[in-house]
């Protein structure tokens, strides 16, 4: 049983975070995560809250997810624990299975939350994203949808035009749009885990201008 990040009280956490100060991994057993770094906190302070964690695992060349539950509470807040190494076709389906399972849970308590965990690299803190009413589906977006796509490789692509981090949010706006239009998120399967966190909050970060432009957070395609 998982003795790190249990205990469902922020009191326990803070000293949890003292420990962590310097690094950016934690110990469940003899198993080992390593938690994304990203350089800002979102959420800092989630109360009544149980562990879900996700451990990389290899089997000669293959990647393996090791999935613990056996400390997650129904009507608490959920916080996944997901070692960064792990590509997302092995992470999301774990995580639609989990939303799943709790949604359908009798003991669900209204208001109650899913949250990823990180390491702000700034602060040396324990920091949370929110994972709310988010879709995932394992497609290419349906052809004639605006996407957004993260590769593996740091490239990014909207629709077929490859683009800079730096250049994203200018381009999106400069686009000639005739009529009200979503753009739709997607990323490789491939992808870490740590570098989805990144690109996540990269695009909630872009400020769209264009009254007929929006950018839909609902749902990712992963492929």
Same mark, same amino acid.
């Given at each position: 049983?998982?003795?790190?990040?249990?205990?469902?009280?922020?009191?326990?956490?803070?000293?949890?975070?003292?420990?962590?100060?310097?690094?950016?991994?934690?110990?469940?057993?003899?198993?080992?995560?390593?938690?994304?770094?990203?350089?800002?906190?979102?959420?800092?302070?989630?109360?009544?809250?149980?562990?879900?964690?996700?451990?990389?695992?290899?089997?000669?060349?293959?990647?393996?997810?090791?999935?613990?539950?056996?400390?997650?509470?129904?009507?608490?807040?959920?916080?996944?624990?997901?070692?960064?190494?792990?590509?997302?076709?092995?992470?999301?389906?774990?995580?639609?299975?989990?939303?799943?399972?709790?949604?359908?849970?009798?003991? #669900?308590?209204?208001?109650? /939350? !899913? $949250?990823?965990? =990180?390491?702000? %690299?700034? @602060? *040396?803190?324990?920091?949370?994203?929110?994972?709310?009413?988010?879709?995932?589906?394992?497609?290419?977006?349906?052809?004639?949808?605006?996407?957004?796509?993260?590769?593996?490789?740091?490239?990014?692509?909207?629709?077929?035009?490859?683009?800079?981090?730096?250049?994203?949010?200018?381009?999106?706006?400069?686009?000639?749009?005739?009529?009200?239009?979503?753009?739709?998120?997607?990323?490789? #399967?491939?992808?870490?885990? /740590? !570098? $989805?966190?990144? =690109?996540?909050? %990269?695009? @909630? *970060?872009?400020?769209?201008?264009?009254?007929?432009?929006?950018?839909?957070?609902?749902?990712?395609?992963?492929?």
């Amino acid at each position: 049983m998982c003795k790190t990040l249990q205990q469902s009280n922020w009191v326990s956490m803070k000293k949890i975070v003292v420990a962590l100060l310097l690094i950016s991994s934690f110990s469940c057993g003899k198993k080992e995560i390593q938690l994304p770094q990203l350089g800002e906190t979102v959420v800092a302070d989630v109360k009544d809250h149980s562990p879900i964690y996700m451990f990389f695992e290899t089997n000669g060349n293959d990647t393996l997810i090791d999935v613990n539950r056996s400390n997650s509470i129904s009507s608490t807040n959920w916080l996944f624990n997901i070692d960064k190494r792990l590509p997302l076709k092995l992470v999301i389906p774990e995580i639609q299975k989990l939303q799943a399972k709790k949604a359908k849970s009798s003991h #669900k308590k209204e208001g109650s /939350e !899913n $949250y990823f965990t =990180y390491m702000d %690299k700034e @602060k *040396k803190t324990l920091a949370f994203l929110p994972l709310i009413d988010v879709e995932y589906v394992f497609d290419k977006a349906i052809l004639g949808l605006n996407t957004l796509y993260f590769k593996t490789d740091e490239k990014i692509f909207f629709n077929n035009q490859q683009l800079s981090e730096q250049e994203l949010e200018q381009y999106l706006n400069n686009l000639k749009v005739e009529r009200e239009s979503e753009i739709f998120i997607g990323y490789d #399967k491939n992808l870490s885990f /740590e !570098n $989805y966190l990144k =690109y996540r909050l %990269k695009t @909630k *970060k872009i400020v769209i201008t264009k009254l007929s432009l929006t950018i839909n957070y609902t749902k990712e395609f992963i492929y």
